[in-house]
């Protein structure tokens, strides 16, 4: 069983930044695939980021591509989406969730954490 506990979601203004982290439990959180995921009011799930296991390769969707930064900390197994240049479209819960076995297919997901990009 794996948990995900996502934390730092806040209100920040346009133009502004916020650091979320995603904590994992399990004992190889560096063999998992992490993503980060959002959900905007009246909107469908969204794929915002990923990093592989194996040399912490990462893709973007484009709308963060550029703004968005994720990494990872294996020894703390915890997963972070710094988020520069904030703006009101990505006012979302943001969610992580972490892919075991197969690459894109995520087995675990966190209750996700508020954004509020205010204009």
């Known amino acids: 069983q794996v948990q995900l506990v996502e934390s730092g979601g806040a209100l920040v203004q346009a133009g502004g930044s916020l650091r979320l982290s995603c904590r994992a439990s399990g004992r190889t959180f560096s063999s998992y695939e992490m993503g980060w995921f959002r959900q905007a009011p009246g909107k469908e799930r969204e794929f915002v980021a990923r990093?592989?296991?194996?040399?912490?390769?990462?893709n973007y969707a484009a709308p963060v591509k550029g703004r968005f930064t994720i990494s990872r900390d294996n020894a703390e197994n915890t997963v972070y989406l710094q988020m520069n240049s904030l703006k009101p479209e990505d006012t979302a819960v943001y969610y992580c969730?972490?892919?075991?076995?197969?690459?894109?297919?995520?087995?675990?997901w966190g209750q996700g954490t508020q954004v509020t990009v205010s204009s």
């Open positions: 969730a972490a892919a075991l076995t197969i690459p894109g297919q995520y087995d675990y």
């Open positions: 990093i592989t296991w194996i040399g912490s390769i990462t």
